[in-house]
């Protein structure tokens, strides 16, 4: 018998138990999953939502219903705004699948929507914020020169500063009504300027106040080539 006050006990007895320990919490992490991707994918849809400008204060039955009766399809268009995989009614399965890489690679998530009768289309837009990734969504009425509505979200921003460009719906609401573009209908004119000094308010926003890197990570991300609104332009110059 192994004397229990060995160094070979200890180990082995150390590595059994890290074993058994990994073990259950792989187990955990696997029978949680799904309810995670569930959630998951559930803030996905109210995010989306939001920047159809309905309501924050959804409860989940409500915002599973609206998304499946508002999201005509979840396409995925390349950057010549030729569907490439056609989503679906309240879709999950295209475009709602992608991710901020699948952007940067060319593959555009496109929802098309339904907003009291009209047409509305919801791009999802990425860049990077003072301390970490952010990221939206642009709802864009049916001439596809407008915005109808705006939502954006942040890993890691300073409350009450970088933060407010999700917590701040009155900021986030500026955005309703501006202008895609200027003179130049090839190059995205949407964008984030200092607080105050805002010279075209068809498609400048003012700033977060103090925090003057976030709202510039917004508006870089609104006009970026990849992972911003510039890819979907000539998806949006099909009228």
């Not at 059994?16 to 259950?24: E, P, Q, R, S």
């Not at 705004?81 to 690679?105: I, P, R």
């Not at 990077?128 to 990734?133: E, V």
Request: proline share 3%.
């Amino acid at each position: 018998m192994m004397k229990t006050n060995s160094n070979s006990y200890t180990i082995i007895y150390s590595a059994i138990l890290v074993v058994v320990v990994a073990f259950l919490l792989a187990f955990v992490f696997q029978a949680l999953k799904p309810a995670q991707d569930a959630n998951v994918a559930l803030d996905k849809q109210k995010q989306i939502l939001y920047a159809l400008n309905q309501s924050h204060k959804m409860t989940d039955a409500e915002a599973k219903q609206k998304y499946k009766e508002m999201i005509i399809s979840d396409d995925v268009i390349d950057a010549d705004g030729n569907v490439v995989k056609k989503g679906s009614q309240g879709g999950t399965e295209a475009g709602f699948k992608l991710n901020s890489q699948d952007a940067k690679n060319g593959k555009l998530a496109l929802y098309r929507c339904k907003v009291d009768g009209k047409d509305k289309y919801v791009i999802p837009i990425y860049g990077n914020g003072l301390w970490g990734p952010i990221s939206g969504y642009i709802a864009i009425n049916e001439d596809k020169a407008t915005v109808f509505g705006a939502y954006f979200n942040h890993e890691s921003e300073t409350a009450g500063l970088g933060a407010e460009i999700k917590d701040n719906t009155t900021w986030q609401q500026q955005f309703r009504g501006k202008h895609l573009f200027a003179s130049n209908p090839s190059k995205i004119a949407l964008s984030v300027v200092k607080k105050g000094t805002v010279k075209n308010p068809d498609y400048e926003v003012d700033g977060v106040t103090g925090a003057t890197l976030t709202s510039n990570g917004v508006s870089d991300m609104l006009k970026a080539d990849k992972g911003g609104l510039q890819p979907y332009v000539k998806f949006l110059s099909q009228k």
